[in-house]
């Protein structure tokens, strides 16, 4: 799994980068077919001009096979950004995992209506002239 981690209007400090890598492995730990993750730590100063606070996010695209996830958490505080991240991060991939177990289990084919009975009958009927 390829994992970047990049800094907008902040620089990435080893705390930041550790913190991003150790949320992540946990997200790793339920789906191993991640092919990439990116993920943009960024300070986000439109609410300062109101007296408000500073507020940091934490984003994350992931690839996946044919499929691509966005995350986005907004928090006062950069951890706790990341941690939130790593929770949606984790519920969607997750959730992917439990569509594409799924969609094996159902098969390709009929979807269980049918059953072989049903096309015995119809194979049965002589053709009307």
Not at 11 to 32: G, Q, Y
Not at 48 to 74: C, N, P, T, Y
Not at 80 to 86: G, L, V, Y
Request: net charge neutral; no cysteine; hydrophobic share 35%.
């Amino acid at each position: 799994m390829n994992v970047s981690i990049s800094g907008h209007h902040i620089s990435i400090t080893d705390a930041m980068n550790t913190a991003v890598r150790e949320k992540l492995t946990k997200v790793e730990r339920h789906f191993d077919q991640i092919q990439s993750i990116q993920v943009i730590l960024s300070l986000d100063n439109s609410g300062a001009s109101d007296g408000g606070q500073k507020s940091h996010k934490a984003e994350a695209i992931v690839r996946v096979s044919g499929q691509e996830m966005f995350v986005q958490a907004l928090d006062d505080d950069m951890y706790k950004a990341i941690n939130e991240m790593a929770d949606k991060l984790d519920r969607q991939v997750r959730k992917y995992k439990t569509r594409q177990e799924r969609k094996k289990v159902q098969g390709a084919g009929r979807d269980g209506r049918y059953t072989d009975n049903d096309v015995a009958d119809v194979a049965d009927v002589a053709p009307v002239i």
